[in-house]
């Protein structure tokens, strides 16, 4: 049995592109409604880059 306790949260940069990008998506059009699609964008980058930066896990079997 693997000792779960000192195992650090998985982290990828793939994770980070991709919610970088998605992110700039959601934000552009969200933000083209409110009258502002340049600051939907940066904030939708940041937004979405750091949540799929911690939710997304990447490959279970890294050693």
């Given at each position: 049995?693997?000792?779960?306790?000192?195992?650090?949260?998985?982290?990828?940069?793939?994770?980070?592109?991709?919610?970088?990008?998605?992110g700039a998506v959601a934000?552009?059009?969200?933000?083209?409604?409110?009258?502002?699609?340049?600051?939907?964008?940066?904030?939708?980058?940041?937004?979405?880059?750091?949540?799929?930066?911690?939710?997304?896990?990447?490959?279970?079997?890294?050693p």
């Open positions: 049995m693997k000792d779960t306790s000192k195992r650090r949260p998985h982290r990828n940069r793939r994770g980070l592109f991709l919610g970088a990008v998605i934000g552009y059009f969200a933000g083209r409604a409110m009258g502002n699609p340049a600051m939907g964008i940066v904030l939708g980058m940041i937004a979405g880059s750091a949540l799929l930066y911690r939710v997304n896990p990447g490959p279970w079997n890294r």
